[in-house]
T-cell receptor, first 110, second 114 residues
Framework: KQEVTQIPAALSVPEGENLVLNCSFTDSAIYNLQWFRQDPGKGLTSLLLIQSSQREQTSGRLNASLDKSSGRSTLYIAASQPGDSATYLCAVYNFNKFYFGSGTKLNVKP | KAGVTQTPRYLIKTRGQQVTLSCSPISGHRSVSWYQQTPGQGLQFLFEYFSETQRNKGNFPGRFSGRQFSNSRSEMNVSTLELGDSALYLC?????????????FGPGTRLLVL
């Protein structure tokens, strides 16, 4: 069974800092990997989708990488802002379903 | 384009009752997936419907069921509610299916079982 782990569970950084969130998964036979953002009491917003054949995806200040062989993905956030404060979740798709990590709660202090 | 909508947003039920949640996908999307989110278990996949057929199913008991209508709107039903069913229920839609592309999530229905 696929297991997805995210470290750290919580992170607090000052505004302007670059940061990296980590996601690891146990079964490398994934179809794709997505990073989501969730604000308190809200649904999820998709940030980046990486297909299994890709190594990375970029959107604005966000860059996500994927290393299938080692079962790892990272989400890099450049020049963090208070508006980036949220919970970030990664999810992998295989065995016909999504498996989510428990998330990293990010707090960016002004 | 309107986003994914879910109704109701909040619901309080008692043990043993049943509940029906509704999800309207983005116009043109044919796939609707349902998820349960709890503090202890995180986000767990319930099932996916595509063009009125259940395509995938997670590891939940038969008390959890769903259906999709010809206009792609979907309902999820939970019978004989238990305290552990208290959760945020999220639905997500996409055009080709959850394995093909980005899913768009609704705001969720928060269910409290007393």
């Amino acid at each position: 069974k696929q297991e997805v782990t995210q470290i750290p569970a919580a992170l607090s950084v000052p505004e302007g800092e670059n940061l990296v969130l980590n996601c690891s998964f146990t079964d490398s036979a994934i179809y794709n990997l997505q990073w989501f953002r969730q604000d308190p009491g809200k649904g999820l917003t998709s940030l980046l989708l990486i297909q299994s054949s890709q190594r990375e995806q970029t959107s604005g200040r966000l860059n996500a990488s994927l290393d299938k062989s080692s079962g790892r993905s990272t989400l890099y956030i450049a020049a963090s802002q208070p508006g980036d404060s949220a919970t970030y979740l990664c999810a992998v798709y295989n065995f016909n379903k999504f498996y989510f990590g428990s998330g990293t709660k990010l707090n960016v202090k002004p | 384009k309107a986003g994914v909508t879910q109704t109701p947003r909040y619901l309080i039920k008692t043990r043993g009752q049943q509940v029906t949640l509704s999800c309207s996908p983005i116009s043109g999307h044919r796939s609707v997936s349902w998820y349960q989110q709890t503090p202890g278990q995180g986000l767990q996949f319930l099932f996916e419907y595509f063009s009125e057929t259940q395509r995938n199913k997670g590891n939940f008991p038969g008390r959890f069921s769903g259906r999709q209508f010809s206009n792609s709107r979907s309902e999820m039903n939970v019978s004989t509610l238990e305290l552990g069913d208290s959760a945020l229920y999220l639905c997500a839609s996409s055009w080709r299916g959850q394995n093909q592309e980005t899913q768009y999530f609704g705001p969720g229905t928060r269910l409290l079982v007393l």
